[in-house]
């Protein structure tokens, strides 16, 4: 049963993996049309003259909030893991 599950899982994971690199944006191919409305509106919409600051602050803030809270943790986590631990003295 143990190794049905985990052949499952492997399989489901490789099927993700393929269609998702067949999936993406081909390189060099014209850019979304998304990204054209971006360019063009950024300034009108969000007031920032910096259209990457734009998407980052004002389209995605939410995703940009959660990936400064994922850093924030982690930092967290490896000084808690490298400081120095104080020993009881009696």
């Not at 940009?64 to 490298?82: H, N, P, Q, R, S």
Request: proline share 4%; hydrophobic share 50%.
């Amino acid at each position: 049963m143990r190794n049905f599950v985990a052949s499952l899982f492997l399989g489901i994971a490789i099927v993700f993996l393929v269609s998702s690199a067949l999936l993406v944006h081909p390189f060099g191919e014209p850019p979304a049309p998304m990204d054209d409305y971006i360019i063009q509106n950024a300034q009108a919409e969000t007031g920032a003259n910096n259209v990457v600051a734009a998407v980052l602050f004002d389209y995605r803030g939410f995703d940009t909030l959660g990936e400064a809270t994922i850093l924030f943790t982690a930092v967290t986590g490896v000084v808690m893991l490298f400081r120095k631990k104080e020993t009881a003295e009696k």
